[in-house]
């Protein structure tokens, strides 16, 4: 099984920047991903990392820490758009097969 | 083009209909995946397809029933389902799975099921 932990909420000002942490824990890990999710809408993929370090995507950064079962997302010059949740999820490998598991989700607000 | 269509929209449907929802994508990926998402949670994973085959079933109630045609398309066949199965009906699907690469989900706009 899995256990994916990322705080509930959170609140930013526009043109701030933001991080979301996430901790997992996990038997066979096979990367962990970003996503964004609109309310009523699909989640958006932002972000992979399978080793260790930070990977850049404009103004989207994730770092991963398999050591530490530890990820985060990082948000630049935010924007009002950027108001959404934002998804942890955890491949895992077992049995053979692979599995993605999403964490709650942190719901982002960013205010004037 | 990194587009999942999904069909229908919204569908409101009885305890004793039968329905299917429907899951396309032209990206020529291996592997496509049934998620079920209620208000505020996470998606939950239902059903993964890889290469055309049933690779994961999680438990999900029989009165669900997935189906591959083809590598493009993936159906979620509907039965006697309970006011509880309410909920967005999400389609994913990726180039492969695991460490090889390419395994990034990409997620259809989903089905919005109401059951009465």
């Not at chain 1, 996503?35 to 958006?44: D, I, L, V």
């Not at chain 1, 895992?92 to 719901?107: E, I, N, V």
């Not at chain 2, 990926?29 to 079920?36: D, G, L, T, V």
Request: one cysteine or more; proline letters at 5%; hydrophobic letters at 30%.
């Amino acid at each position: 099984g899995q256990n994916i932990d990322q705080p509930t909420e959170m609140t930013a000002t526009e043109g701030a920047i933001v991080q979301i942490n996430c901790t997992y824990q996990t038997s066979g890990f096979n990367g962990l991903f970003w996503y964004q999710q609109h309310a009523g809408e699909a989640p958006t993929f932002l972000s992979y990392n399978v080793l260790d370090g930070l990977e850049e995507k404009g103004r989207f950064s994730s770092f991963l820490s398999r050591s530490k079962g530890y990820s985060y997302l990082l948000l630049k010059e935010l924007q009002m758009k950027d108001s959404a949740s934002y998804l942890c999820a955890v491949m895992d490998s077992g049995a053979g097969s692979y599995q993605l598991t999403f964490g709650k989700g942190t719901k982002l607000s960013v205010i004037p | 083009d990194t587009e999942v269509t999904q069909t229908p929209k919204h569908l409101v449907m009885g305890m004793t209909n039968k329905k299917s929802l429907k899951c396309e994508q032209h990206m020529g990926h291996r592997a496509m995946y049934w998620y079920k998402q209620k208000a505020k949670k996470p998606p939950e994973l239902m059903f993964v397809y890889s290469y055309e085959k049933l690779s994961i079933n999680e438990s999900v109630p029989s009165r669900f029933s997935p189906e591959c045609p083809n590598s493009s398309l993936l159906n979620l066949h509907l039965h006697a389902l309970q006011p509880e199965d309410s909920a967005l009906y999400l389609c994913a699907s990726s180039q492969g799975q695991g460490l090889a690469g390419g395994s990034e989900q990409y997620f259809g706009p989903g089905t919005r099921l109401t059951v009465t």
